[in-house]
């Protein structure tokens, strides 16, 4: 990009619908993704209609992508039984055997908390090849429930490469449990 080199950036090429409809754009020239311009500060001039970057701390971070295969989507909402209180008290006994009874209380909320379907497994992935599959809904990571996160930290379990990642799905009806570790298929 003119006096700037960027080392080893990610890169995605479009479909080819997606390059048909780029192509009837005669002025476009490319896309540069969240990856590339969050290593500078923008300056945007609209009356010019020009661009300005500017080097910023995060130019000569390394880029992260998905060891994992799974592009993830939010699918909705789900009722979810959270406890809100528990408590316990000791009573006397009233049977003969004289004694104490201790009673204890539960008090719960029900909340609506994220659905996560699994769009898309890349295929020859880690998450591909133990059998994780598109449509599998996304309910446990780490043996955590990913109602408790947002999209965004359980795709960061994704980009840490070697680390082993267990995943509870939800398919037909059945649970299914994956574990596998995420490999960065880039390095040469």
Known sequence: MKSFEIERPNVAYLDSISTMYARSLKTRNGSLGGNILRRFKIIMDYPNKKITL????????????NMSG???VHEGKTLVKELQQNSFRLTDSESSSGGS????????????????????????????????????????????PTHNYNID???????????????????D?????????NKNLLKK
Do not use: H, M, T
């Not at 009806?173 to 570790?181: I, K, M, N, P, S």
């Open 173 to 181: 009806g059945l649970e299914y449990q994956f574990e596998f570790r």
């Open 70 to 72: 799974i592009e993830l």
């Open 101 to 144: 009874k201790i009673v204890f209380d539960y008090s719960y909320n029900y909340v609506l908390k994220p659905i996560f379907k699994i769009e898309y497994v890349r295929e020859d992935s880690p998450a591909e090849k133990v059998g994780v599959r598109e449509g599998d809904l996304l309910l446990e990571i780490n043996e955590k």
């Open 54 to 65: 500017k080097k910023n701390s995060s130019f000569k971070d390394d880029f992260y992508y």
């Open 153 to 171: 930290q359980i795709v960061s379990f994704f980009y840490a490469e070697n680390k082993n990642v267990k995943i509870l799905v939800a398919r």
